[in-house]
Every structure is written in structure tokens, then in C-alpha cells.
């Protein structure tokens, strides 16, 4: 079981290619940095027995079977609750695919005792979701800590999942929602690909289904078989209850038995599965033709369980293959100019699963040479071993990786959700310790049993004697995996942060250096983590004219190689000083901080430019252009920037068409670049802000001995917009062969930051659309009339300048989005009209002050927040006004800054989905 992502940066690879493809933190009362268990200090509740305890997490069983995990961390002032049941896609039956996914959904809908679940967390300003996969369902909230939102997060987890009545007007309310969620994926050329290659794969096993479903399953599953799913699984011996944070144990771990304690331990017995998957007998291919504007191929293999050993040496396998820049597909087939992108992931889990290569190729381009040159490089791993610097590479990445996760309590707590369901959280480490001891024969060895042409998913099938095929074992029973599993010793401790503007004023230093302005802000952090933020300025509205992409681009290629690294070797010497993110803006650690920071100036002043870099970046960035001409977000995306747009073609704030795009993308030159780096790139002005593990004392000097002189040609200053009132439009724009709409429409707004109406439109925004599935909108286009997954509204302030804008967004079948356009308009005009309420008011200022003070609590997000206001000359000292004024906000001023603010009549509007679907589904002609 490999705890991370098998395939470091998979995400962002696909996602960067068109391919659209769980929390803790500081409880109430204090807590010590490595809290001991509770029965260090207290006797354990009656009936509670005390289980197996690792690396600050220790299990508890309570008499009805349900498990607890309790991760006391303080270094937030965070809590997250979260329950995972063991229960996903691969336990329903036939003609039910898609119920755990569904059965998520319903169970925001609340219970008779907590009958507004979604507006609670919107008024205490929690962060939550549920989630569903192939072998569990899991549930979180990430609130600010306090006893009575943990007591009411603990008392709502317990109330639903006993009491949640899984109505019929609900399962009709949000079918519409989910069947949308299921057609958004339906636009996407990578999600449709892999969802059929799953099908493909398997024969009979259920893994061979995707956990959205079978459209005709989400469509007429009854209700009786909803409920009967509920009552089976739902109960306190199939689930994990997580809490990890800021708490107080002895109390936490009384109340979780007081209130779970209560639901009966069920008299059934939980279905039991038999069905294994036979040997596959020889290769597959299939082929989906739909119309699109990017090319990708795949290729898939069985591979064994994560319960598996094996589990860590396939994991070395995908990325080694894998990875960009240092993985092999990618010197193959990017380097050498046959696709714009390689990528590689698993899609694995208890049973047997599949691991997936592939590439991206643009639009008429060859696709059978990459496909076989593919095929040649992975199944011949096995040939070609690892080399020590391949498998030092991903051991290091990994392990750096495992660390970082280990100081963020709140990611962690949830992904522990991964290894729960392979039956013991434990695995988590485990798999660490497995990944410490792979050796490259042990890659190349399962490569040689897995990555055969008779399991592959490609191909034709090919009769022969002697067929060579790969047998997958059985997963191994989880006591046997975990018999000689010692938890190692953890000594991760970090302080009790307080993150008022009045700490974060006392706490920092405010400096400068050379010409950057500094906020240094100390604070012992969990692993010793730092991170440092960069703000640089270029040009101004008069020498940036013509220059947009060349800006762009230069940007782009500062971590494609400099003077003394290639883009490999960059990527390595990142690795090696633990730094996270790009030269502007990234994470390390104590140690390696003054490093870091030279490897940073280092990137940002002698970048090398290399020829080859460039070619492979204008053809991705090209193919991503390409493959967003018929994706309805993008292109009305671009249509309402366009209607809005006031400055002329080469204007820095020009909105470029997708055609313009793509001219100006052709027609920068890579000396262009290297002009563009002379004449603006500088630090003279600049901010930087370091928040984290460090000594104050030992930054003035290296920044100014860095970027003391570091001064451009060009004139440096604010590139300011201006309003303008623009007239409406609405316009509806066909993107054919696309299951999912997109609506958006938006307005300009005369308005600035310091106004004195901004404080009272925030909240009010919050209200109409940001404020999550609880906001005005979402009620209505969600809960009400169930026309869409998600939408929301945006508000938009100048700081410098008075270009404002107020936004509304959603996602909609295309025979919808009329409908969805009427419903917008109708709750706009109602809202201006009749006003707001004094609950919601209360309401909105409650989640809003908790998000923003959750924010402060973020390292990243406090520097970004340091840079933002040195440049405007301003402190934390602003942010609390800021807050005194939202917390002063009257009901009366609220609705009139509202209708003063947002006039329905100028919204403009555009629409794009397919119109051969609208006109079937609403009568257009």
C-alpha cells in the first residue's frame, strides 16, 4: 500500500493537459505538542477498549464495534472530524452502480434533529465534504477549534449515521445534481477514456465500474434499495470515526462514547464477496470517437492489491516511467517532439487494481508511433532496471513527501481514509518503511510479471501456444501484512499559534533589504517547515504593450533550466533542499532555508532559456489551447471576457480570443524571452515574506546580498483598470458532443477595497453564492430545483484602482441551462428586492470571520497576505478593521449596499453546451 500518490505531480500533469480526470489541526482547551492517549491520564470510558497507537495516533473500540482514532495536534488552531465507512462502489450490485455515490449526497440533506446540516457548517465557517471511491465512503469537516463546534460536529456525524432518513422528495431533489456531476465527467476526452478502459479491463469484477455509475442505475434507482444500502452499511461496526486537531482527548474520546456509544451494535452480518477476476488472456484495445481537440493514448496493466509488497515496487515503476521532467516516457516521447505530455497513475485498492501510462498528442498528429513506442518502454522495464539515481530520485520525492504530509495534521487526518480502507490505518507507515528498503531488482522483477502483452489493455487479440499471462494474487490477510510493523517513534512538535492580527503584528519583523520590503515571521512549525513568498513587479501599462505571452512565457521557462542546472538537475537540487513550489513561492525547512533561498535567486536571475525547454513548452501550452476550443467553461470563459474587454489588442489587459492566443503564442521568439529577463525582471521594488521555522536574524544580509542590486532597465509601475459600464448581453454558444453546460454570467462594478460599502456587499455575496451549498443560490439551483452540482457567485474589489466585478457561475446539462438562467435571475431579483435576513446576516459573519482566521493560521496563505500588504503599504493592522467593520454591518446597511451595488438588469449572460442536446431537452429550435 503505497501512501501517497503513486505518481508524484499526476494531477497536475493531467490537469494541465485538458485531463480533467482527506484534516487536522490545533481542539479546544490546550493540548501538549504530542498529546499522550487518554488513558495516560484517565481511566477509559466504560466498554471502551484500547487498541494499537503509532506515531501520535492512538485507536480506541468502542462495544459496537465502531473504531476511533485520536490525533491530538496543537500547532493549529484547527479540528477535523472525520468518518470513513467501509463501504464504496465495488459493494454494490448489479444494476445499483453509483448508490454509495449517491447515498453521499443525501446524507447532507439532515435528519430530524439536524435538519439544516449544510447551513450549520456555513455559520461556523467549517470546510467540509464527502467522498466517495471504489472501497469506501468518508465524510469531514475542518472548523476552527472550540467546544461547541466539535460537540456539535461529533453529535451531527453520530445523528446521521443513524438517523438519516433517506427520503424519496430528497433522492428526487438531488438527482438532477448528481446525474449533472455525472455529465460534467462526460466532457472530459481523459475521464471518458479511463472510464471505458475500466470496463474494459475487468470481465467481472467490480472495480470494472466507475464510482459515478451507469447513467440508467443513477436514474431509476429506487428508494427502498437506497435505504436498504443505508441500513446495511451505515453502521458504527463498518466505520472509523477520526479526530484529529486541536482537542482535548480524555473529554473528546468521553464525548464520542456518550454520543456514538448510543447507536445499538447491529444484529447483521455485512455481505460477504467472493468474486475474483480470472487471469486475463490476452491483449485489448477499443477506441472512443467522440469529437474533441486533443489526442490521448493508454495503456493499462492488472496489478496486484495495495495489501501487496509488491504494492511499493509497481509504485517505484510508475514513476520512474512516469514522471516530468526525469521519467522516461517523458525523454521519449516529449523530448523527442511525439506528444506534448506523458503521464502514469494507479488506480488500486483492496483488491486487484490497474496501472495506468499514457501520453497526450495533439490533433492530427501521428498516434500509433507513440502508442508503440509506449508500449516498448514499459513493458520493457523489466530489461532495462532501474539505475540507483532513478530509484534514489523517487525514494527521496517520496519520503520528502511523507514527511510533509506528517507535519500537516490536516491533510493527513484525512488521507488516512486510503489506508483505512484496506483495513489498518497503520498501513500508512508501513508502506513507508517498505518504500525505504525497494530495490531496483525488485522493480524491474514486477514489472516482468505485470506489464505483459497478454495483461495489457491495448492491442488485438492474437491466438498462440504458449500464451504468456500474468497471474495476480490474492491480497493477503492484514494481520499477516502488519505482523512485524513497529510504529517508529515520532518527535514532530510545533507551538500553539495564535493567529489574531495583534500576535501576527507583534510577531513579525518589518524590514527591508536592498530593495525588498521584508515581514519575517517566526514560529515553531511542525518538521521545522518554512515557507517564503516572493513578489516581484515588471514594467508598467506602456513598455509591457505586445508582450502579454512573451511575459508568460518567460515565467514559464525560469524552472526549465539555468546556467548551472538542467531542467532535471533543477528538478533533483528542489528535491534535495525539500522546497516545494517555484522560485516566487515555496516550502522548506529549518535547514535548508538559507539554500533555498539562493537556489531561488539563482532561478529567477540566470535562467538558461534552452532551446529544446522551449520547443516542448509552446507545443503543451499549444495542445492545452487546442483542447480547450470546444470545453463550454473555457469558451464562455473567453466570451465574457471578450464582451467585457476595453483595452486594444497588445494592451497588458487585453482579453485575448483563443485565436489570438495562439497568434501570439506562434510568434514569440525564444530571444524574446531572453529580452524580456534583461530589460524587466528585478527586485527593485519587491516584497518577501517568510513565515515559519527560522531565525530572523540570518535573513537581512542573504537578501541583500542576493537581491540588493538586482535592479531592470524598464520603468516599474501599477498596471492599473478603469471602470467601465458595459451593456448586457446574453449570449448561448454551441459546444457540440458535450454531456455538461456552462453558465456564466457577470457585471463591472464601480468599486475599491477601502468603500464603505465593500465590508456589507462581502457579506452579502457571501449569502447570495460563496457561502457553499447553504448560499441563496445554491438552495435554489441545487437543493430546490435540482439543476445543478455546483455554482457560486463572486465579488471582486479594486485595491488600487476601482475595477470591480460581481460574477455568478454553475455547471448545467445543456437542456438546462434556460432553466438555470431563469433561477439565477429570479433569486437575484429577489434578493435585491425583499433583502436579506438577520439570520443570515449572523450567519455570514460567523463562517467568514472563522475562514479568515483559518487563513491566518495557513503559513502560505499569511506570507502571501504580508506581500499583498506591503505593497499597499499596509499591516495586519488594516485586516482588523477590516473585520470590525464586517462585524458592524446592519442588517439595513447590508440591503442597501446590495441593491446599490448589484442591478440585475446589467448581468450579462453566456451560455455554452451542446445545442443538439438543448433543443431536445427544452424545445429550442
Known sequence: MNPIDRTRGTAARLAAAGL????????????????????????????????????????????????????????????????????GSRHENYGETGMAHLLEHLLFKGTRKNPDITGQFARRGMDFN??????????????????DN????????????????????????????????????????????FKRMQSVAYDWHSYGRSTIGNRSDIENVRIANLQAFYRTWYQPDNAVLLVAGKFEPNATLAQIT?????????????????????????????????????????????????????????????????????????????????????????????????????AVVKKGEPLEPVREALVEAVEGLSKQPPTAEEMERVRRAWLNNIERSLNDAQGFGVALSEAIALGDWRLYFLSRERIKEVKAEQVAASAGRYFLRSNRVVG???????????????APPVESVMKDYRPAASNLVAEDFDPSQDNIMKRTTLTTAGGVK???????????????????????????????????????????????????????????????????????????????IRL????????????????????????????????????????????????????????????????????????????????????????????GDFDPKDIVPLVDALFGKWTAPENVAPVLRRHAEVAPVARTLDTPDKENGFYLAGMNLDLNVDDA????????????????????????????????????SELAAGDLDRAGSFSISAIAAPQNLRKLDAAVRDELARAVAKGFTEQELADAKSGLMQQRLQNRANDAALAAGWTSYLYRGRDFTWSAAFERKLMAVTLPQLNAAFRKGIDPAKLSVIMAGDQGKAGKGSGQP
Open 600 to 691: 531561488a535567486a539563482h532561478v529567477l536571475r540566470e535562467p538558461a532559456l534552452p532551446a529544446a525547454e522551449f520547443a516542448q513548452l509552446r507545443k503543451q501550452i499549444l495542445t492545452g489551447l487546442e483542447a480547450s476550443r470546444n470545453e463550454p467553461q473555457s469558451v464562455a470563459a473567453r466570451a465574457l471576457a471578450t464582451h467585457f474587454n476595453q483595452y486594444p489588442r497588445g494592451d497588458i489587459r487585453h482579453a485575448n480570443t483563443l485565436e489570438e492566443d495562439i497568434a501570439d503564442l506562434q510568434a514569440v521568439r525564444l530571444e524574446d524571452l531572453a529580452a524580456f529577463h534583461r530589460g524587466y525582471y528585478n527586485t527593485h521594488p519587491a516584497e518577501m515574506a517568510i513565515v
Open 460 to 474: 488485438s487479440f492474437v491466438p498462440e501456444e504458449t500464451p504468456l499471462r500474468a497471474a495476480i494474487p490474492p
Open 757 to 792: 460599502d465593500y465590508p456589507a456587499l462581502m457579506l452579502a455575496n457571501y449569502i447570495f453564492g460563496e457561502g457553499g451549498l447553504k448560499s441563496r443560490l445554491m438552495d435554489r439551483i441545487r437543493q430546490k430545483d435540482g439543476l445543478s452540482y455546483g455554482g457560486g
Open 258 to 358: 456518550r454520543l456514538f456509544g448510543a447507536i445499538a451494535k447491529p444484529k447483521r452480518a455485512l455481505p460477504q464477496f467472493w468474486t475474483v477476476e480470472p487471469t486475463q488472456d490476452g491483449e485489448r484495445s477499443f477506441v472512443v470517437r467522440r469529437q474533441g481537440d486533443v489526442q490521448i493514448v493508454a495503456v493499462g496493466y492488472k496489478v496486484p492489491s495495495d495489501l501487496q509488497e509488491e504494492s511499493e515496487a509497481l509504485g517505484f515503476a510508475a514513476e520512474i516511467m512516469g514522471d516530468a521532467p526525469n521519467g522516461r516516457l517523458h525523454k521519449l516521447l516529449v523530448e523527442s517532439g511525439k506528444a506534448s505530455q506523458v503521464f502514469s497513475f494507479g488506480q488500486t485498492g483492496y483488491a486487484p487494481g490497474l496501472q495506468f501510462y499514457g
Open 518 to 596: 521584508l515581514a519575517l515571521l517566526p514560529k515553531k512549525n511542525r518538521g521545522e517547515t518554512v515557507t517564503v513568498q516572493l513578489r516581484q513587479h515588471f514594467g508598467d501599462e506602456n513598455n509591457l504593450f505586445g508582450k502579454g505571452m512573451t511575459s508568460a512565457l518567460t515565467s514559464a521557462m525560469l524552472m526549465r533550466g539555468t546556467s548551472k542546472y538542467s531542467r532535471a538537475e533543477l528538478a533533483d537540487a528542489f528535491d534535495k533542499l525539500k522546497m516545494v513550489g517555484g522560485p516566487n513561492s515555496f516550502q522548506t525547512t529549518r535547514a535548508n532555508l538559507a539554500e533555498a
Open 20 to 87: 480533467c480526470f482527506v484534516i487536522a489541526g490545533a481542539a479546544w482547551g490546550a493540548a501538549a505538542p504530542a498529546a499522550a492517549p487518554a488513558r495516560a491520564s484517565a481511566a477509559l470510558p466504560q466498554g471502551v477498549t484500547l487498541g494499537p497507537s503509532a506515531e501520535g495516533i492512538t485507536e480506541y473500540r468502542l462495544a459496537n464495534g465502531l473504531k476511533v482514532l485520536l490525533f491530538p495536534d496543537s500547532s493549529r488552531p484547527t479540528v477535523t472530524v472525520n468518518v470513513t465507512y467501509l463501504v
Open 150 to 193: 466539535l460537540d456539535w460536529a461529533l453529535q451531527m456525524e453520530a445523528d446521521r449515521m443513524a438517523n438519516s432518513p433517506v427520503a424519496q422528495k430528497d433522492l428526487a431533489s438531488e438527482m438532477t445534481v448528481v446525474r449533472n456531476e455525472f455529465e460534467s465527467g462526460e466532457n472530459s476526452p481523459a475521464q471518458v477514456l
Open 130 to 147: 464527502g467522498t466517495t471511491s471504489l472501497d469506501r465512503t468518508n465524510y469531514y469537516e475542518v472548523f476552527q477549534a472550540s467546544k
